[in-house]
T-cell receptor, first 117, second 109 residues
């Protein structure tokens, strides 16, 4: 079966431009996560969905960041008026159930590498 | 945030054994995970501990001491393909994962 896919894989944006990053989770996975990973760092939590409900957005760094998952499958992370500090890899991950327990792990997509000039 | 500490970089020789340590401080602890991440790729799941003790999985083992807030990942019979970053992650409550900065492992011939 297909894993988590993300598009685009690479995005170059001019400062001030809006970008939209797409995540296709594994079919049937209830939980979906977005992370931001700076170079040489571990992933930092941004937001979490259970089906279409955004249950936690405490990691979003500013109100320029917005995420949605309207039908409980595909998710989009939108960044408005991009800044240079937004340059990072944006990882999406999904897991089968909620609440997660036991060895319920996340399956990561390949990420979108965003460079803001 | 959560305090998750692991060494930045380690070097080991092919065929040897290496131990990567991770310490953490968190409330609502609900499991510790280790992931492997090759450069430019997604993290992939290696191991999981929620109770104290050692979990063995082929060449990889992971240990947890909840009272000490300590875990380690043990890699045996190192291979060149094991050169990667190893991420320690703590799950808090049900679905919040907090990652360390990763340990870059260099395996040399």
């Amino acid at each position: 079966g297909a894993g988590v896919s993300q598009s685009p894989r690479y995005k170059v944006a001019k400062r001030g431009q809006d970008v939209a990053l797409r995540c296709d989770p594994i079919s049937g996975h209830v939980s979906l996560f977005w992370y931001q990973q700076a170079l040489g760092q571990g992933p930092e939590f941004l937001t979490y969905f259970q089906n279409e409900a955004q249950l936690d957005k405490s990691g979003l760094p500013s109100d320029r960041f917005f995420a949605e998952r309207p039908e409980g499958s595909v998710s989009t992370l939108k960044i408005q008026r991009t800044q240079q500090e937004d340059s990072a890899v944006y990882l999406c991950a999904s897991s089968l159930r909620f609440p997660a327990g036991g060895q319920e792990t996340q399956y990561f997509g390949p990420g979108t590498r965003l460079l803001v000039l | 945030g959560q305090n998750i500490d692991q060494p930045t970089e380690m070097t080991a020789t092919e065929g040897a054994i290496v131990q990567i340590n991770c310490t953490y401080q968190t409330s609502g602890f609900n499991g510790l995970f280790w992931y492997q991440q090759h450069a430019g790729e997604a993290p992939t799941f290696l191991s999981y501990n929620v109770l104290d003790g050692l979990e063995e999985k082929g060449r990889f083992s992971s240990f947890l001491s909840r009272s000490k807030g300590y875990s380690y990942l043990l890699l045996k019979e190192l291979q060149m393909k094991d050169s990667a970053s190893y991420l320690c992650a703590v799950r808090r409550d049900f679905n919040k994962f907090y990652f360390g900065s990763g340990t870059k492992l260099n395996v040399k011939p």
